[in-house]
Structure formats: structure tokens, C-alpha cells
């Protein structure tokens, strides 16, 4: 599979230097991982992939947390990836974790060699950096088994917090090419809550954590409007 240029290069100059430093200065304020891996509940025999899988730090996370589950990592930068692979070897998962370079609005079961659906397809704090994230989540969502979910943690739209600490926070994100996507967050609230899905918005709206069915292409297609502004704890 080709590569769009421009993104897969875009993600290789940013993350050439900070893929050695990413897992130590991220771990203060990419809030909600954990929880998400908490909600993952895979079983054994389980397909996880995560969109945007960076230095494995979740993949690694999710293959000691579910020690007979199958995991997937698609990623656009070649340099993450690099790091991505020295970590599963480090941590001896390699024969459970299957990386792959590619764009996110690309994903499906066939990059990876197969075509049974994923159990679960994760988005954690990557699409609020895929220019067409849209798209991303419309092959996610293809991409889920029967029983498939969508996982997604992310920033929020800071609605809750100062204003001036708000605008600090937008432009110190633009800087490593990061847009909030609060019209999604907006979309997610709502849904009304069911037996599998979950949403969670922490403190501050400063980020979310959601658990879902496949979201249907009509609405990703026209995601609009301002979030409500209620906060679950």
C-alpha cells in the first residue's frame, strides 16, 4: 500500500526526535489510556487494533493486561513505528503484536494480512491528529467484527476550564499539529448510554473517554455543532 506523502512525512519530522522522550512527557497529561484499556474486555482469541498505535505504549499495556488477546498497530510515521518495534521486542510480544505503516482513513482487516473483523478498534489521542479522521473512523467502524467496538480517548473541547488556560492549551497543541475534535465529543454525548456503550468526560471537559457500537456513516458524515455542556465524572 502507498503512502500519502504528506501526512506519513508530516508525522516522521515531528515525532523524528520526540518518539525517545513521547512515553516520559506524555504520560502527565494523555489522561484516560488506562481507563480505556480497562474497558477494552477482550477475551481470549480477540482481534484489537489501535489507529495511530505511536511507541506501542498502549499495545504493550493492552498484551499484559489481556495476555491471549491478538494485537494490531497501524501508524503513518515510519519513525514511530521504528521505536514502536524495539519496544514489543523489548517486552517479548512480538509474536502477538503485528505492526503496519499506513494511513488511518486506510485501515482494514486485509492490511493485515487477514479478513476476520477486529474486536475492538482503538483511537487513543490520534484523532485530534489525522487530518481526515472522519474517513478514519468510517473504516474502523468497517472493520469491526459482529460483536466489534469502538474505543476512543482524545482532548475535549476545555469547555470547563479558564479561558485564557483553554487558549494556552489550544495553541501549545497546534504546535505538534493537534485540533481537539469537539464537534465528535459533541456527537458522542448524545448518544444515549447503553449496555456497551460508555462515556466518560474528565474533569475540566479537558478530555473523554468513550466505548461504543460502530458509529453509522451518515452521522460521522455530518458531525457538526457545539458539545452540551454536561460533565460525567
Known amino acids: 500500500m502507498s503512502l500519502e506523502p504528506p501526512h506519513g512525512a508530516l508525522m516522521d519530522r515531528v515525532y523524528r526526535r520526540q518518539r525517545h522522550i513521547y512515553n516520559v512527557t506524555r504520560r502527565y497529561y494523555l489522561v484516560g489510556r488506562d481507563d480505556l484499556i480497562r474497558g477494552l474486555d477482550l477475551r481470549p482469541g480477540d482481534r484489537a487494533v489501535e489507529i495511530g498505535c505511536g511507541t506501542a505504549r498502549?499495545?504493550?499495556?493492552?498484551?499484559?493486561?489481556?495476555?491471549?488477546?491478538?494485537?494490531?498497530?497501524?501508524?503513518?510515521?515510519?519513525?514511530?513505528?521504528?521505536?514502536?518495534?524495539?519496544?514489543?521486542?523489548?517486552?517479548?510480544?512480538?509474536?502477538?503484536?503485528?505492526?503496519?505503516?499506513?494511513?488511518?482513513?486506510?485501515?482494514?482487516?486485509?492490511?493485515?494480512?487477514?479478513?476476520?473483523?477486529?474486536?475492538?478498534?482503538?483511537?487513543?489521542?490520534?484523532?485530534?491528529?489525522?487530518?481526515?479522521?472522519?474517513?478514519?473512523?468510517?473504516?474502523?467502524?468497517?472493520?469491526?467484527?459482529?460483536?466489534?467496538?469502538?474505543?476512543?480517548?482524545?482532548?475535549g473541547d476545555f469547555g470547563n476550564l479558564p479561558g485564557l488556560v483553554s487558549a494556552g492549551l489550544r495553541a501549545w497543541l497546534r504546535k505538534f499539529h493537534v485540533v481537539p475534535r469537539t464537534e465528535l465529543l459533541g456527537t458522542l454525548e448524545g448518544i444515549p448510554p447503553g449496555p456497551e456503550g460508555r462515556l466518560r468526560v474528565y474533569p475540566g471537559r479537558y478530555a473523554f473517554c468513550w466505548r461504543g457500537e460502530a458509529l453509522p456513516e451518515g452521522v460521522l458524515a455530518n458531525v457538526a455543532g457545539q458539545p452540551q455542556a454536561t460533565e460525567i465524572s
Open 58 to 155: 498502549n499495545l504493550i499495556a493492552t498484551a499484559r493486561r489481556y495476555p491471549e488477546a491478538q494485537l494490531f498497530g497501524l501508524d503513518a510515521s515510519g519513525e514511530m513505528l521504528a521505536t514502536a518495534g524495539d519496544a514489543v521486542s523489548r517486552a517479548g510480544i512480538s509474536r502477538r503484536v503485528v505492526l503496519k505503516r499506513g494511513l488511518a482513513e486506510q485501515m482494514s482487516p486485509e492490511l493485515f494480512g487477514g479478513s476476520r473483523g477486529f474486536e475492538a478498534a482503538i483511537f487513543s489521542y490520534s484523532l485530534s491528529m489525522i487530518p481526515d479522521w472522519r474517513p478514519a473512523l468510517i473504516a474502523a467502524s468497517r472493520a469491526l467484527s459482529e460483536h466489534g467496538r469502538l474505543h476512543i480517548v482524545d482532548f
